[in-house]
């Protein structure tokens, strides 16, 4: 697999690539687009494979959570992350935005507290918002270039009216791999709490040599009674405009709200879908996603080393993702001229920091899953572009 072959996106209806000039403000012409988080080279080809088949035969009726896709999605949580999960636990929804949006509607009320640990992916204090819910925003700790729990403040803002935890793990934007301690943790907290712990864990096959990520099914047992996980094969197989992602909920009390709620929605995964995710959920496709690390290793090795070389710029150590999470606050600069250095003179658009709640100040999120010579001009261009810090 070639993952260096540069692929034009533009034109093909990509909102990575065709929306970044309304959102960014930078054009797709002469721009770079290393915000949203899916990939620039193609899935892996057993999943190519089976849209050919599917087009092969040409009908395109409905589907359903076919067995061999259930059994599919076990089977890579068993191989990969060590977790066994029963086929039955599993519900699909449509992409895990639309998961964390039907946890929010079918455990919470409007009004009730949901606690995330920021800066955390932004989609989270979204949906809560839009959802009528109310965020509560627990800062985690910076402690030299790793991110930290701090319990007894997060205790402290509580109010008694949170019903949910949604957590990050591993961590977007900082890429960390929370430790089995931490974790456990976290479960204690939600259990003392009385709080539903809601994980997202869609990043977990994107781990990097010398890291080790358990799912917080396998790191804590005993949390499995108020446990969803969240996973999906849309960023590890590049196929999130497909919209399908799992809902794992090993309680069966908790599994029969959720599939009472998708049944009033009438909500069934596409045909081609299934047909995807079975083929990537395979030995073919964990060789793929092997592959994809070693690519994603040499791409991050290219960016820290250059983006470090700047004065006062430091790029935190990924563990997990694709997503480098980049601190410019030693620049001295503002948020608004980092921003615009990086929008109109290296021409470059990212996911600013601040988005990503409390601790979010100071930071710019940079997508590298893309291919070397990508990653290298954006190198050369951020360097240009704060030049006089040399």
């Known amino acids: 697999m070639n993952f260096d072959q540069i692929i034009d996106r533009r034109g093909t209806k990509s909102s990575k690539w065709d929306k970044m000039e309304a959102l960014f403000g930078v054009s797709p012409k002469d721009g770079l687009a290393m915000w949203t988080a899916d990939s620039d080279y193609p899935t892996a080809p057993c999943v190519i494979d089976a849209v050919k088949q599917a087009a092969d035969l040409g009908i395109f009726g409905y589907s359903w959570e076919h067995p061999d896709y259930l059994n599919a999605v076990a089977?890579?949580?068993?191989?990969?992350?060590?977790?066994?999960?029963?086929?039955?636990?599993?519900?699909t929804s449509q992409g895990l935005g639309n998961a964390i949006a039907l946890c929010l509607d079918v455990w919470t009320d409007p009004?009730?507290?949901v606690v995330i640990f920021t800066p955390v992916y932004?989609?989270?204090a979204a949906k809560i918002g839009k959802n009528g819910r109310k965020v509560v925003e627990c800062p985690l700790v910076l402690n030299g270039d790793r991110y930290e729990l701090d319990l007894d403040d997060a205790q402290a803002r509580l109010t008694g009216?949170?019903?949910?935890?949604l957590w990050c793990s591993p961590h977007n934007p900082s890429g960390r791999i929370w430790t089995d301690e931490e974790l456990r943790a976290v479960a204690n907290f939600a259990d003392r709490n009385d709080?539903?712990?809601v994980s997202d864990e869609i990043h977990h096959d994107l781990v990097y040599p010398g890291n080790a990520f358990h799912p917080t099914a396998?790191?804590?047992?005993?949390?499995?009674?108020?446990?969803?996980?969240l996973t999906a094969p849309s960023k590890t197989f590049n196929i999130a405009g497909q919209r399908t992602g799992n809902m794992i909920i090993p309680d069966a009390k908790l599994r029969a709200a959720m599939r009472k709620r998708l049944r009033t929605l009438d909500y069934a995964p596409g045909m081609l879908a299934v047909a995807m995710i079975t083929a990537a959920y395979s030995p073919d496709g964990a060789i793929w996603v092997d592959q994809q690390m070693t690519h994603l290793a040499h791409n991050k090795k290219i960016f820290d080393e250059g983006i470090t070389s700047i004065p006062g710029v430091t790029s935190m150590p990924l563990q997990a993702t694709y997503l480098a999470w980049v601190d410019f606050s030693a620049t001295g600069m503002s948020h608004d001229e980092v921003t615009a250095r990086i929008r109109d003179d290296a021409k470059i658009a990212v996911s600013p920091g601040p988005g990503f709640g409390t601790g979010g100040d100071g930071f710019q999120r940079f997508n590298l899953a893309t291919q070397g010579a990508r990653v290298e001009?954006?190198?050369a261009r951020m360097k240009n572009a704060f030049s006089d810090l040399q």
Not at 218 to 229: C, G, K, W, Y
């Open 75 to 91: 089977w890579w949580m068993t191989t990969r992350h060590g977790w066994d999960v029963d086929p039955e636990w599993v519900l």
């Open 377 to 379: 001009e954006a190198v």
């Open 218 to 229: 396998v790191a804590v047992p005993d949390v499995l009674p108020r446990l969803v996980a």
């Open 161 to 165: 009216n949170e019903k949910m935890i």
């Open 195 to 197: 709080l539903l712990l």
């Open 111 to 113: 009004g009730d507290g």
């Open 122 to 124: 932004h989609e989270f």
